[in-house]
């Protein structure tokens, strides 16, 4: 019976931290204004994007033509690889070229999988080099959970993504390229004598919406990214794992009109997360390690949001049992990011903590004064619970690199922490509550 325990505890343990995606009901609604999730049903699990993946295609092409490395009249070549991807597919020749605009609407209209591979090949060199730029930029952009390997979404175990991490990138490509954004609104284009129509047939019927993209593949099931307008309301919505296009549309419809009324109006898209980037690590308690040294800070911050464990309520707990969360994956090519600082060494702490009662903490950043920064705004914006707290900082060092914890001390109890932590969060801060050692 006892090696019986064992052998069920091994396999327990084998489940709980796989990354594998697997074909699930996944959806989130999120208010486009103040980032708010209003509706979700297991929004940070692993689904495979299929062609949800060439809304990142599309982010990148845009961004190049935004910094002039393309334009609208550019020839996008297809290679005899390009040319072979399986349907859908515009059917260019090998050989043969179409313009960037034509590739473009190729991807938004049929989802065409050899226009992205055309355009990865324009863009990257090759697909896997392209698919390392795309998941770059995509973590960059906050999107921690996802990586991707092509640029079609075309089966592939290994590329998967979460519908949190979907909202954000729909919220990206409304907020940076709102111009380039209206032509996922169109319905037909005229291609070589043809007339391509598109298979977005929510987007056609459903008052307000005005993108962004369908996907499906039988490892996926039916995905969907919508953004709706309601007046000043602005919202994005994700369903994955859909079983039919029909049920999946359903559950978009009631997604959104369930929910929308609580979204915030305004004029204004959320800021981008990548501004935030210190915040990402406030997870990083006592009882989990710090990772192994990498070139730059934003590749550490990118490593320690997908080693560290997912808190399975919106604020967790530095001794909750990591057997409870799955692991987030891994990036594949983390070494490829370009270094843009040096990671510094570790310094003794602002202010020790005071001994006994507890404390939280909202970050683990990557210098002693980012770390303080985070602190002194959070205090600014919260007040009240936080007003005349003590704040330190803390210097971790393991494997080489160092971070330092950003926290708030002097509480009394677990729920006084606890009741700091809910207003922290309201606020869109992360928050980390333990005991205080002293």
Known sequence: MKKLLIALSFLMSIVAFSTSAVAGSAQLLLDARTGEVLASENPDSFNHPASLTKMMTLYMAFEAIRRGELSWNSR????????SRPPTKLRVKAGDAITVKEAVLGMIVQSANDAAAAMAE????????????????????GMSNTTFVNASGLPDDRQ?????????????LLRDFPQEYKLFNTKSFAFRGRTINGHNNLMYRYKGMDGIKTGYTNASGFNLVS???????????????GRSAAS??????????????KASSGTRLLASNSTRVGMDLARLGDDIPVPAPRRDAV???????????????RYGTAYANPMEVAAAPVMSDVAALTPQAEIPRARPAAQAPKAGGWQIQIAAATSARLAMELLADAKAKIGGAL????????????????????????????????????????????CVLMPARG
């Open 387 to 430: 007003a005349n707290r003590d704040t330190y900082t803390e210097a971790v060092t393991r494997d080489g690199s160092t971070f330092y914890r950003a926290r708030f001390t002097g509480f009394s109890s677990k729920s006084e922490a606890r009741s700091a932590c809910d207003q922290l969060v309201k606020n869109r801060y992360d």
């Open 76 to 83: 996008v070549p297809f290679s005899k690889y390009a040319a």
């Open 248 to 261: 999946r549309d359903k559950v978009m419809e009631k997604l959104i009109a369930g929910n929308i009324a």
């Open 122 to 141: 324009k863009l990257g060199g090759t697909e896997s080099q392209f698919a390392a730029m795309m998941t770059k930029r995509a973590r960059a952009l």
């Open 160 to 172: 998967i993504t979460t519908a949190r991490d979907m909202s954000t990138l729909g919220v990206a």
């Open 227 to 241: 953004a709706v307008t309601d007046g000043k309301r602005r919202v994005i919505g994700v369903v994955m794992g």
């Open 299 to 313: 590749a550490a911050v990118i490593s320690l949001a997908n080693a560290t464990p997912i808190p399975a309520t």
